[in-house]
């Protein structure tokens, strides 16, 4: 399927322009088929969306010597409309936005600020911020028309990098860290997100009527029994003895997985004594580790199956997780049953991943160009980095625990353009690459070498000015923008304190 690209060797980017007047706005990312440019203000109110247009002119040196008029930000891209999204105390999570290429919808989130110490109440989860409100805006990308919204309150939902979000085909599974849902979601044709179900506290749609029914059933013998004669003691019996999530019951999903643990135990052993050993110490023995679990992070795996993140509450809102311990567990949503359970030092599990990788993204059907991001199980190259990286380790647990730490992956976070294609063209990873993160700036250009000729530099990306940044000593970070298909990218350069500076790279 890589052959398909191939002309793209000798069609790749090979002029740039320096520091372009543009508007300032923090540009957040070309959509998977390359029809918009999504951008939001600086004061975070605003969505700005541009159209890429080709430009007029041409030359055949590398400096190009283009009309002034040719070497602005309009001569690139036409600006379709402005949308104000956020109202009030609310402010748009630059970091957060899904595609929906299909219809050509675009989904975005607004919040308030977000607080700490919290109450747990409700059944919220102890050390979990609070934001007050949380609103997921769904767009016509075409016109800006705002089809629908969906809001959470009082709630925790991770926006950064689409990470507590994830999008497959129609189907949008929010997870609320704080309450420990998993809100399935649908997103119709016609423009509107219907629930689908709630995963936590129960499973099934029914399961909450039938706790409550079976409740009341109890109360009710419990006091006839009793030969109690007035019902409004029974009234008040049944309503402080549902079932919420300040009692003693554990969640549905957490009693999926207990179950899943404990026949997977028993199972190992066929005589009964055996079995008690193994559960004493596999099982009991760390059984309030189990009941402690938080999810963390999910994605699909296909329309049916989810694959479940679960580890500490600290690790739950930590900017990075890789220390403490995790597990995953793959969820099927029809059954309501845990069909498989691995800590993230799983062997087995790695080596799924390790060969089986690109089925662990579960792109859209719709997104024919996501097909050609490379992963070490569809190309050779990225799997001769994923040995290096495996030979220098010291130990091959410690290994398997650093290349589980990106599952799940989160949603729409790799660019599908032909210049990250690695049966194409090798560069350093460490300044660039497709996935959709800022990254260490250099004032040295990122070479883009051919993998058919090794020796042949075929262009280069310079993020920051042309001659070069003038106080070498502050941070700077880059971003790159490159369009799914044509020879066109954005290089964004920030450094604190400073203008971002902006760099066009295109064809001549």
Not at 182 to 192: C, P, T, W
Not at 224 to 244: A, D, G, L, R
Not at 436 to 465: A, E, M, N, V, W
């Given at each position: 399927v890589h052959c398909a690209r191939q002309f793209y060797e000798n069609l790749f980017p090979s002029c740039t322009l320096?520091?372009?007047?543009?508007?300032?706005?923090?540009?957040?990312?070309?959509?998977?088929?390359?029809?918009?440019?999504?951008?939001?203000?600086?004061?975070?109110?605003?969505?700005?969306?541009?159209?890429?247009?080709?430009?007029?002119?041409?030359?055949?040196?590398?400096?190009?010597?283009?009309?002034?008029?040719?070497?602005?930000?309009?001569?690139?891209?036409?600006?379709?409309?402005?949308?104000?999204?956020?109202?009030?105390?609310?402010?748009?999570?630059?970091?957060?936005?899904?595609?929906?290429?299909?219809?050509?919808?675009?989904?975005?989130?607004?919040?308030?600020?977000?607080?700490?110490?919290?109450?747990?109440?409700?059944?919220?989860?102890?050390?979990?911020?609070?934001?007050?409100?949380?609103?997921?805006?769904?767009?016509?990308?075409?016109?800006?028309?705002?089809?629908?919204?969906?809001?959470?309150?009082?709630?925790?939902?991770?926006?950064?990098?689409?990470?507590?979000?994830?999008?497959?085909?129609?189907?949008?599974?929010?997870?609320?860290?704080?309450?420990?849902?998993?809100?399935?979601?649908?997103?119709r044709e016609s423009g509107n997100l219907v629930d689908i179900r709630a995963i936590g506290t129960f499973c099934r749609e029914d399961d909450e009527l039938f706790l409550n029914s079976s409740t009341q059933c109890m109360a009710i013998a419990d006091k006839s029994k009793m030969h109690q004669s007035s019902w409004s003691h029974v009234e008040n019996s049944v309503h402080n003895t549902q079932p919420s999530s300040d009692n003693s019951f554990l969640s549905g999903i957490k009693q999926r997985l207990l179950s899943f643990i404990f026949r997977g135990i028993w199972n190992e052993e066929r005589h009964n004594s055996m079995r008690v050993q193994g559960l004493k110490k596999k099982f009991y023995f760390h059984f309030q580790d189990y009941v402690d679990l938080i999810i963390w992070k999910v994605q699909f795996l296909d329309r049916h199956h989810l694959l479940i993140k679960f580890g500490s509450v600290d690790g739950g809102v930590s900017r990075s997780a890789d220390h403490h311990p995790s597990f995953f567990a793959v969820y099927n949503m029809d059954t309501t049953e845990i069909v498989a359970f691995y800590q993230n030092s799983a062997e087995e599990l790695y080596l799924l991943f390790e060969q089986f990788c690109d089925h662990f993204y579960a792109t859209s059907r719709n997104s024919l160009y996501m097909n050609f991001i490379s992963s070490h199980s569809n190309n050779i190259h990225a799997f001769e980095q994923l040995q290096s990286i495996r030979n220098k380790a010291s130990s091959f647990s410690q290994f398997v625990k650093k290349m589980l730490a990106s599952l799940p992956f989160s949603c729409q976070s790799l660019s599908p353009s032909p210049y990250f294609d690695q049966s194409l063209f090798r560069f350093d990873e460490k300044l660039i690459s497709a996935a959709d993160r800022h990254r260490p700036s250099t004032d040295h250009p990122i070479k883009f070498i051919s993998r058919r000729q090794p020796c042949t530099l075929k262009f280069k990306i310079k993020p920051g000015p042309e001659a070069g940044s003038i106080d070498c000593q502050k941070r700077k970070v880059s971003s790159f923008l490159f369009h799914p298909f044509l020879p066109l990218a954005l290089s964004i350069q920030q450094t604190m304190f400073l203008q971002p500076s902006v760099n066009i790279h295109f064809r001549g």
């Amino acid at each position: 399927v890589h052959c398909a690209r191939q002309f793209y060797e000798n069609l790749f980017p090979s002029c740039t322009l320096y520091d372009v007047e543009c508007p300032d706005h923090s540009f957040r990312k070309f959509t998977d088929d390359g029809q918009y440019l999504i951008s939001f203000s600086r004061n975070h109110q605003d969505l700005i969306v541009y159209r890429p247009k080709w430009l007029s002119y041409s030359c055949k040196e590398e400096d190009c010597d283009l009309p002034s008029k040719a070497k602005k930000f309009d001569s690139f891209f036409t600006q379709l409309y402005c949308v104000s999204l956020a109202s009030s105390n609310e402010v748009i999570c630059k970091d957060f936005f899904l595609y929906v290429e299909s219809c050509q919808f675009g989904l975005f989130a607004t919040s308030t600020a977000q607080f700490h110490d919290t109450p747990a109440i409700g059944g919220a989860i102890q050390g979990v911020p609070s934001i007050e409100r949380i609103t997921f805006h769904l767009l016509r990308l075409e016109d800006g028309m705002i089809l629908d919204e969906k809001v959470f309150r009082n709630d925790f939902v991770n926006l950064a990098h689409n990470m507590g979000v994830f999008l497959y085909d129609d189907l949008l599974a929010i997870v609320s860290l704080r309450y420990q849902t998993i809100h399935i979601l649908q997103i119709r044709e016609s423009g509107n997100l219907v629930d689908i179900r709630a995963i936590g506290t129960f499973c099934r749609e029914d399961d909450e009527l039938f706790l409550n029914s079976s409740t009341q059933c109890m109360a009710i013998a419990d006091k006839s029994k009793m030969h109690q004669s007035s019902w409004s003691h029974v009234e008040n019996s049944v309503h402080n003895t549902q079932p919420s999530s300040d009692n003693s019951f554990l969640s549905g999903i957490k009693q999926r997985l207990l179950s899943f643990i404990f026949r997977g135990i028993w199972n190992e052993e066929r005589h009964n004594s055996m079995r008690v050993q193994g559960l004493k110490k596999k099982f009991y023995f760390h059984f309030q580790d189990y009941v402690d679990l938080i999810i963390w992070k999910v994605q699909f795996l296909d329309r049916h199956h989810l694959l479940i993140k679960f580890g500490s509450v600290d690790g739950g809102v930590s900017r990075s997780a890789d220390h403490h311990p995790s597990f995953f567990a793959v969820y099927n949503m029809d059954t309501t049953e845990i069909v498989a359970f691995y800590q993230n030092s799983a062997e087995e599990l790695y080596l799924l991943f390790e060969q089986f990788c690109d089925h662990f993204y579960a792109t859209s059907r719709n997104s024919l160009y996501m097909n050609f991001i490379s992963s070490h199980s569809n190309n050779i190259h990225a799997f001769e980095q994923l040995q290096s990286i495996r030979n220098k380790a010291s130990s091959f647990s410690q290994f398997v625990k650093k290349m589980l730490a990106s599952l799940p992956f989160s949603c729409q976070s790799l660019s599908p353009s032909p210049y990250f294609d690695q049966s194409l063209f090798r560069f350093d990873e460490k300044l660039i690459s497709a996935a959709d993160r800022h990254r260490p700036s250099t004032d040295h250009p990122i070479k883009f070498i051919s993998r058919r000729q090794p020796c042949t530099l075929k262009f280069k990306i310079k993020p920051g000015p042309e001659a070069g940044s003038i106080d070498c000593q502050k941070r700077k970070v880059s971003s790159f923008l490159f369009h799914p298909f044509l020879p066109l990218a954005l290089s964004i350069q920030q450094t604190m304190f400073l203008q971002p500076s902006v760099n066009i790279h295109f064809r001549g």
